[in-house]
């Protein structure tokens, strides 16, 4: 036969864990459980830190005093400005995730 069974229960359980629920979650099920808390902690350091500063930035681009008459409008500007300011911090991060 092939993949699963070659691959073993437990193993594969642990791959859906950490593919589809959290990347370290299979380390825990597996019982190595220091690996899986580093593996979960730099995840969400890797993800959260960029998106924050992310929205930080879109709400200091924001005209202060300023309408802009159409959401849409004001959307994309904010948008824009704030990836402007956060791009290569944002890549950099998602680039450590998929190596991680």
Do not use: H
């Not at 642990?14 to 597996?30: D, E, F, K, V």
């Not at 998106?51 to 802009?68: E, M, T, Y």
């Amino acid at each position: 036969m092939g993949g699963v069974m070659e691959l073993g229960k437990e193993k594969f359980v642990a791959l859906l864990l950490s593919g589809l629920i959290c990347p370290g979650a299979g380390q825990i099920y597996l019982g190595r459980k220091l690996k899986g808390v580093l593996i979960i902690l730099s995840t969400l350091v890797l993800f959260l830190y960029p998106v924050i500063l992310f929205f930080v930035s879109v709400i200091r681009a924001a005209p202060a005093g300023q309408q802009l008459d159409d959401v849409m409008v004001r959307t994309v500007y904010l948008l824009s400005t704030g990836w402007a300011a956060q791009a290569n911090l944002i890549i950099n991060c998602f680039i450590a995730l998929l190596l991680l």
